[in-house]
């Protein structure tokens, strides 16, 4: 059962253009979750999302990134306009559907994105 | 809102000593606690959680955390460390209202010396 995808796992971009990270789920795992990890620091949440709804984007800048979670493919974290500040690792992490919520996620390897 | 201390940016062990990583809390209603190991430009890799019942919780590697409600604290411990259980060691909480985000402590980087 392979693992949480991440691709790219590296990304570089210079200011002004726009970055598409995509996560695909486990197996069998509906809830995706997207953290930002700047150097030297934990990781924050920015926004859960399950096959075509946003449930909690608490944690987005409220300009230039969104996310998406297609009902095929996977999900998008996407970021308009790119600016130095953005530069960090950008972790997805998915959990299965259950009646619960006490599952712990698993993590994706990340994208780590550099702006120029 | 809810947070995660991590006290110690490092913690330094002998191979063989036990180890110790602090973890305190705050939140609103019960906690979720979970532990996370991150390795160089890895992801995290789940070690433990504690949802309810016992307070000590045993996970995968050896490792085993206590849950101490009233100094809200919930340590990662294990008997005899390895020099393969050098990296970098993430706490993270949610409450029990059903909003899934994880709150992450800063992280404390464990280097077992040979």
């Known amino acids: 059962n392979a693992g949480v995808m991440q691709n790219p796992r590296h990304l570089v971009r210079r200011r002004g253009q726009e970055a598409r990270l995509r996560c695909s789920p486990m197996?069998?795992?509906?809830?995706v979750y997207w953290y930002r990890q700047l150097p030297e620091e934990g990781l924050k949440f920015m926004v859960y999302?399950?096959?075509?709804?946003?449930?909690?984007e608490s944690g987005m800048p409220k300009e230039r990134f969104s996310a998406e979670f297609p009902k095929e493919g996977p999900s998008i974290l996407r970021i308009q306009q790119v600016v130095r500040g953005d530069s960090a690792a950008y972790f997805c992490?998915?959990?299965?559907?259950?009646?619960?919520?006490?599952?712990?996620?698993?993590f994706g390897p990340g994208t780590r994105l550099t702006v120029l | 809102a809810q947070s995660v201390a991590q006290p110690e940016d490092q913690v330094n062990v002998a191979e063989g000593n036990p180890l110790t990583v602090k973890c305190t809390y705050s939140?609103?209603?019960?906690?979720?606690l979970f532990w996370y190991v991150q390795y160089p430009n890895r992801g995290l890799q789940f070690l433990l959680k504690y949802i309810t019942g016992d307070n000590l919780v045993k996970g995968s590697y050896g490792f085993e955390a206590e849950f101490n409600k009233s100094q809200t604290s919930f340590h990662l411990k294990k008997p005899s460390a390895l020099v393969s259980d050098s990296a970098l060691y993430f706490c993270?909480?949610?409450?029990?209202?059903?909003?899934?985000?994880?709150?992450f402590g800063s992280g404390t980087r464990l280097q077992v010396q040979p």
């Open positions: 993270a909480v949610r409450d029990d209202t059903g909003r899934r985000a994880l709150t």
């Open positions: 939140v609103s209603g019960n906690p979720y």
């Open positions: 197996k069998g795992h509906s809830h």
């Open positions: 999302l399950q096959k075509e709804n946003i449930i909690d």
């Open positions: 992490a998915s959990s299965p559907l259950t009646s619960g919520s006490t599952n712990e996620q698993f």
